[in-house]
């Protein structure tokens, strides 16, 4: 690396695997420190060719773009989008592959607030200032909310809270940034496709951490844009290690973790027993000693590809007479002697007092399975005589009256349950997971008082 010659661009693909080694094994100083000058110039630039990962660069750019018109990239908190923008940006003005073949001279850059496009999206760290070289940076000019390039190109600056200010002008592309906040976003968005109408192809690129608002999920829903996702993980090497552990450790797998960091799409129905907020206001760091805990199993009544899953939920009850959920380890088509070896397992691993079997399809069975594998464990058939959604609703009930406490994050569950209305679920599937953690609390709720046996998990 000693000779600038050994980094042209014909060598990006080896430079940028020994990078990744690099960074993977802690040796990036190392690395950097055999680089000259003219070396360490162009990878503080080539991000198309290095640094950037496969989500933040254009879909199909190996095969010239490909044929969409907007580009969904959808990512957690400091995921990396911000970086994603200005590099397109930063493409489409001067025409660097992958991004164009030729300048684009007008562009719009289209932010919540006109501080916000100023702040982060022009002047931030990952700004379109910043991810140029000195010799290619465009001139700012914030009286007149505009970017000049030397070749000629311009970028405006507009704000979501001033869709009029998009009549009238025209661009052959547009940045959007954080649409999911926009307070105005159909009247804006709308003003700019009207002015998108430049140059052969008109593109436009929105960076957003998701919400479930209706214009994001109809941009979803069009044939005509593409998507990239990238969680906060996936940038983990330019984020405070602190944050991972602090901030990424504490919200993993809750509704806002999933949302602000894994970048998901979290929708709530209206008709739901369950709420994300109810659940999220149930959430502890530990359950407190617990007088009873049971393992409920709602088995399948087939096995195979085609099998519903098998639903195993842990709860526990304490001295107060809440419930606590302690564990979600559903199996996905498991076959018989799978799903009762784990649930065997979970009685063992958590002390439990017994295992609760629904009992109505195929449960004299999943009794006689259980048996062949530990004989010793008690087993308490249940056998449903009302519907789901009927059987769901005193435990709902729980909830709101704040005696349900959730150990931990449990996504797919949480997602059945936020699901879960009085036709089922949305998608038709069985709801198993819920079904098990139904079996779980209705079986604390009918054990009769007496003298507790406390465990302390």
């Known amino acids: 690396m000693k000779n600038s010659r050994a980094t042209p661009r014909r060598c990006a693909t080896r430079l940028r695997g020994a990078l990744s080694n690099c960074l993977a094994s802690g040796q990036l100083g190392a690395f950097l420190a055999t680089c000259d000058a003219a070396a360490l110039r162009y990878l503080m630039h080539a991000w198309a060719d290095v640094w950037a990962r496969d989500d933040q660069l254009p879909p199909d750019c190996a095969q010239g773009g490909g044929d969409w018109t907007t580009w969904l990239v959808i990512g957690g908190r400091g995921a990396g989008k911000t970086r994603t923008g200005a590099e397109w940006v930063r493409g489409m003005a001067l025409g660097l592959p992958p991004f164009s073949g030729r300048p684009v001279a007008r562009i719009a850059l289209v932010g919540e607030t006109i501080a916000d496009v100023r702040e982060v999206m022009v002047e931030g760290v990952s700004g379109v200032l910043g991810v140029h070289p000195r010799g290619e940076r465009p001139a700012w000019i914030p009286t ?251 435990v709902a009930a729980l909830y709101e009256q704040g005696r349900v406490r959730h150990a931990a994050a449990f996504p797919a569950l949480e997602d059945e349950m936020t699901d879960f209305g009085p036709g089922g679920l949305s998608n038709g599937r069985s709801p198993d997971r819920l079904d098990a953690l139904v079996w779980a609390i209705t079986s604390l709720m009918s054990v009769k008082s007496g003298a507790p046996r406390i465990r302390r998990l």
């Not at 407190?288 to 096995?303: E, G, W, Y």
């Not at 559903?330 to 629904?358: C, F, K, Q, S």
């Open 144 to 394: 007149r909310r505009r970017l000049e390039w030397p070749n000629g190109a311009v970028a405006q600056v507009f704000s979501a809270e001033d869709p009029e200010a998009l009549r009238g002008p025209q661009f052959a592309a547009a940045w959007c940034d954080e649409l999911c906040k926009w307070r105005q976003a159909e009247e804006t968005w709308d003003m700019l496709q009207f002015g998108l109408r430049l140059g052969e192809h008109p593109r436009q690129l929105v960076t957003t951490t998701p919400r479930p608002v209706p214009l994001l999920k109809r941009l979803l829903a069009d044939p005509r844009a593409a998507v990239t996702r990238a969680a906060t993980r996936a940038n983990a090497w330019n984020l405070a290690p602190a944050f991972l552990d602090a901030v990424v450790g504490r919200y993993a797998g809750t509704r806002l973790g999933r949302q602000e960091l894994d970048g998901e799409l979290i929708e709530e129905r209206a008709d739901a027993l369950w709420t994300r907020a109810m659940i999220d206001a149930a959430r502890i760091d530990a359950p407190p000693p617990l007088a009873r805990i049971v393992v409920a199993v709602d088995p399948p009544a087939t096995s195979g590809k085609r099998a519903d899953a098998c639903g195993l939920v842990v709860a526990g009850r304490d001295e107060a007479g809440l419930f606590h959920v302690l564990e979600d380890a559903t199996m996905e088509r498991a076959r018989p002697a799978e799903w009762a070896a784990r649930a065997i397992a979970l009685y063992h691993r958590h002390g439990a007092d017994a295992l609760a079997v629904e009992v109505n399809q195929g449960g004299e069975m999943a009794i006689a399975v259980l048996g062949e594998v530990d004989a010793s464990v008690p087993v308490t058939p249940v056998r449903a005589t009302r519907g789901k959604y009927l059987r769901a609703e005193p």
